[in-house]
């Protein structure tokens, strides 16, 4: 990874400090520091590795030195742009801009297992961890967080999964450059940030949601907090699930993992 090089291709899209990191504890830990030191509105985080990489609700993500992407992008939502029933749309906001580059840029059938990971052929491709901070009602910063799998061999083993994985380089068959894709990604993502509370964002998010019609269970650190149908995506980003007497239930992200239910 030449920093350099990786700066210069950054340059021309709209973003504020940027800073490459051969290794790091985690993009999302220097990012919360960047913040505390002042970080620009839409400032990025990349590293090259990370050796406490953070997944959701204390679990760990692995990052492979070069052979994926890591990185945390920081943004101060303007007042009252966010509120509390509208936060949900921040969780979507990785998955549908890295689900997109992958389906236009790469011919990759990616979808969304809500709340916010990135499937490819059923297997987990990519993760985002959300980091928010309150003041009162107020989300003052944000920390979007996102690793993808891009080398063949960035996917852990097996008994490191809680579910299948796969990296972007063996469901495309072909050499995949995390610097194009960097730059990809940065572009969509600054894209679905400006029309995040628009209506052609949940449209865009429905439209790649993973395992619709079909029945999930939704789990919470407590046990099962849900199960049904997935219908789809509804306008302040929770999950809609049918249950089989046809009742229509929302569920809000949070701390709930999505599971299919094995019928067989
Ligand atoms: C996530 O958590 O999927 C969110 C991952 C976010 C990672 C990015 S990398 C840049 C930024 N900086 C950070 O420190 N974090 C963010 P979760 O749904 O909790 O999934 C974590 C679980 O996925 C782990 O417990 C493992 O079972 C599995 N896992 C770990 N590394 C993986 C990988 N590279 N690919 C697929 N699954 C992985």
């Known amino acids: 990874m030449d920093i350099l090089i990786w700066k210069e291709h950054l340059a021309h899209l709209p973003l504020g400090d940027i800073h490459i990191y051969p290794e790091v504890n985690s993009t999302n830990l220097v990012a919360e520091e960047k913040i505390k030191e002042g970080a620009l509105p839409f400032s990025l985080v990349v590293a090259n590795s990370q050796t406490e990489g953070k997944g959701r609700l204390g679990r760990t993500w692995i990052t492979r030195v070069g052979k994926a992407l890591a990185l945390s992008w920081i943004l101060y939502p303007e007042p009252g742009r966010l509120q509390p029933e509208t936060l949900g749309m921040l969780s979507g906001l990785a998955p549908v801009a890295v689900a997109e580059v992958l389906r236009e840029k790469y011919s990759l059938e990616a979808e969304i297992k809500w709340p916010n990971d990135v499937l ?17 009602c107020e989300v003052t910063d944000v920390v979007v967080g996102i690793g993808v799998n891009v080398a063949r061999d960035s996917v852990p083993p097996l008994e490191e999964l809680n579910f299948p994985a796969i990296s972007l380089e063996e469901a495309a068959g072909k050499e995949i450059s995390r610097l194009t894709l960097l730059v990809q990604i940065m572009d969509s993502l600054l894209k679905w940030y400006s029309r995040l509370v628009e209506p052609s964002f949940i449209q865009e998010w429905n439209s790649m949601l993973a395992f619709k019609g079909q029945q999930v269970k939704l789990t919470t650190e407590r046990g099962l907090a849900g199960q049904g149908k997935v219908a789809g995506i509804s306008d302040d980003g929770s999950l809609i699930l049918i249950s089989e007497a046809g009742q229509e239930t929302e569920y809000h992200s949070g701390e709930i993992q999505l599971r299919l239910v094995d019928r067989s």
Do not use: C, H, S
Request: no cysteine; aromatic share 6%.
């Open 120 to 136: 490819v052929k059923g297997k987990k491709a990519a993760g985002v961890l959300v980091d928010v901070r309150w003041n009162g």
